[in-house]
Structure formats: C-alpha cells, structure tokens
C-alpha cells in the first residue's frame, strides 16, 4: 500500500523560509518521478516541481529560483525547500509520486504566507 505523508508545513512571514517533507512507503521510491503541486479554495492544483528518477528537476515560472526540489533516495523522501515566501504562495502543498499510468498522492500539508 503506497503511503505519501508530507509534513513541514506552518505559518512564516513574507520573504520567510519554509522546507516540506514528503515520506514515501510501499514503492521503489528511487524508480518514482517525484513532484510537488499546491492549491488553494479559489485555484485548481497546480504544479509546482519535479525531480525525476535521475535528479533532472523542474519548476513552474512562479517559484523558479526560490524553490528548490530534491530526493533522498536512502530516506525514501522528497523535500522542497522554499525561501522568499509570497502570500501568494499561500496553499495545500502536495506530495505527488508517478511512475507511468501509476500516479499517487499525499494528505497534504498547509503552508501560510501572512504577516
């Protein structure tokens, strides 16, 4: 049973720091393409990041050089560090594994950009 739990989600001030983990168990974490999407009550999800099996990342427009994707492979984790935090980046982050047609999702975790 595939199990994506993500967490490191919270509250910071605009231009603050944030880092989300995702642990991954009941796959062969190292083969999965690994990748974060967000969302808001008013926005459908979008994606964020992705880092491939290979480490070959990639980012939307809107957080390129402020998030940085990466795996642990030995941890069978998946982190996303996020710095100069906008309000608009305010949202559901979630954790998303695939491998071919096999596609899984986290909980979810909150982030909070507010002053």
């Known amino acids: 049973q595939v199990q994506l739990v993500e967490s490191g989600g919270g509250l910071v001030q605009p231009g603050g720091s944030l880092r989300l983990s995702c642990a991954a168990s009941?796959?062969?974490?190292?083969?999965?393409?690994m990748a974060w999407y967000r969302q808001t009550p008013v926005k459908q999800r979008e994606w964020v990041a992705t880092?491939?099996?290979?480490?070959?990342?990639t980012y939307a427009d809107s957080v390129k050089g402020r998030f940085t994707i990466s795996r642990d492979n030995a941890k069978n984790t998946v982190y996303l560090q996020m710095n100069s935090l906008k309000p608009e980046d305010t949202a559901v982050y979630y954790c998303?594994?695939?491998?071919?047609?096999?596609?899984?999702w986290g909980q979810g975790t909150q982030v909070t950009v507010s002053s």
């Open positions: 998303n594994a695939r491998k071919g047609l096999i596609t899984d």
């Open positions: 009941g796959i062969i974490f190292s083969s999965y393409t």
């Open positions: 880092i491939t099996s290979g480490d070959f990342t």
